[in-house]
């Protein structure tokens, strides 16, 4: 394992023990059969990446970016980019105003790479920071990836 890869070494050993992906893979050689995001929707994915996770890697950047895309896939949440970040109570950017300032150019990078299909998380529908909640539902839930600071779910 490289350095900096793990937020904690529990993160380590659970990867090992339940056999899940862990960081790493590499983005898609080309786009894949993802539906275009209007330029509204990238912008919008784009804020809540840089809010979510500035500060980590590109990987983690997509990730995040994946996780609000798996979302408008599932029948579970709102079937726009828009509306799964606003769902009330979802995303802690929307609730203190820094989903309105503007993205980073690594967020943008990052929104255009979920988009067009790279999804580091391979499916999950929750992140969260163990470092900054451990919230029991969050703890319960099958883990995907650990990237950075995040832990991928499903």
């Not at 609000?68 to 896939?73: F, S």
């Not at 980019?81 to 950017?93: M, Y």
């Not at 883990?143 to 499903?154: C, D, E, K, P, S």
């Amino acid at each position: 394992m490289r350095a900096g890869r793990w937020s904690t070494p529990v993160a380590a050993v659970l990867a090992v023990v339940l056999g899940v992906t862990v960081a790493g893979a590499p983005p898609p050689a080309e786009a894949s059969a993802a539906p275009a995001l209007s330029e509204e929707d990238l912008d919008w994915l784009a804020r809540i990446i840089s809010s979510e996770a500035r500060g980590e890697s590109l990987e983690g950047q997509v990730a995040v970016g994946a996780v609000v895309l798996n979302r408008v896939a599932s029948p579970q949440y709102p079937n726009t980019v828009r509306g799964v970040i606003f769902q009330p109570g979802q995303f802690e950017p929307v609730m203190n105003g820094e989903i309105y300032l503007p993205p980073t150019a690594e967020a943008v990078r990052a929104a255009h790479l979920a988009a067009s299909g790279w999804d580091p998380t391979a499916g999950a529908l929750f992140f969260f920071n163990p470092g900054k909640s451990s919230h029991p539902f969050m703890l319960r839930r099958p883990l995907a990836a650990v990237i950075g600071a995040h832990w991928f779910t499903y």
